[in-house]
């Protein structure tokens, strides 16, 4: 079965940085696009970031564009995300999901757990 | 970006109730339309894409409609599992945009 685990969340000052892994496993990592969605507490869900089955083409919402960088390790079945310059509402359980399988558009069929990652001084 | 926007943000109901959440993009989006079910302290689950297909092993009470940028999730006899939040996205172009989420409480 398919089965996506976050780590590397935590507690980080202002402007310093995190880099978030996803492990995956139960299904061809290397055959499909993934991305990061967040959660501010309480908040609903933000697409942050996606990367193609190869890593060839990325995507960022504006407010990280700059300060974070999506990339994979396919040999690894894993997914990353480098968070540079971290600011407070950065805040969120960060989740990495799966786009469905299909044509030119994607949902996301499963997603991880989550990772807390906590920007605070 | 293309805005979502659910009506309403919370909705108290009872079991058995038949509940209707509606879900509006700012363009049309076709029917690139996705409904979740997030339980507290867990990741979103799907259980509707394209706007009208049941996800596999979504149970039959739920179902969905619309097109364009006119979009519903029903559940049509609501259980103590569905006591949740639910959210619309969009899949018809980057940004891929959510809506602000419907919390269906029990009445």
């Known amino acids: 079965q398919v089965q996506l685990v976050e780590s590397g969340g935590g507690v980080v000052q202002p402007g310093r940085s995190l880099r978030l892994s996803c492990s995956a496993s139960g299904f061809t990592f290397s055959s499909y696009g993934m991305h990061w969605v967040r959660q501010a507490p309480g908040k609903g869900l933000e697409c942050v970031a996606a990367i193609s089955y190869d890593g060839n083409n990325k995507y960022y919402t504006d407010s990280v564009k700059g300060r974070f960088t999506i990339s994979r390790d396919n040999s690894k079945s894993t997914l990353y995300l480098q968070m540079n310059s971290l600011r407070a509402d950065d805040t969120a359980v960060y989740y990495c999901a799966k786009r469905s399988p299909g044509g030119s558009y994607y949902y996301f069929d499963y997603w991880g757990q989550g990772t807390l990652v906590t920007v605070s001084s | 970006d293309i805005q979502m926007t659910q009506s309403p943000s919370t909705l108290s109901a009872s079991v058995g109730d038949r509940v209707t959440i509606t879900c509006r993009a700012s363009q049309s989006i076709s029917t690139w339309l996705a409904w979740y079910q997030q339980k507290p302290g867990k990741a979103p689950k799907i259980l509707i894409y394209?706007?009208?297909s049941l996800e596999s092993g979504v149970p039959s009470r739920f179902s969905g409609s619309g097109s364009g940028t006119e979009f519903t999730l029903t559940i049509s006899s609501l259980q103590p599992d569905d006591f949740a939040t639910y959210y619309c996205?969009?899949?018809?172009?980057?940004?891929?945009?959510f809506g602000q989420g419907t919390k269906v409480e029990i009445k």
């Open positions: 394209t706007a009208s």
């Open positions: 996205q969009q899949y018809n172009s980057y940004p891929y945009t």
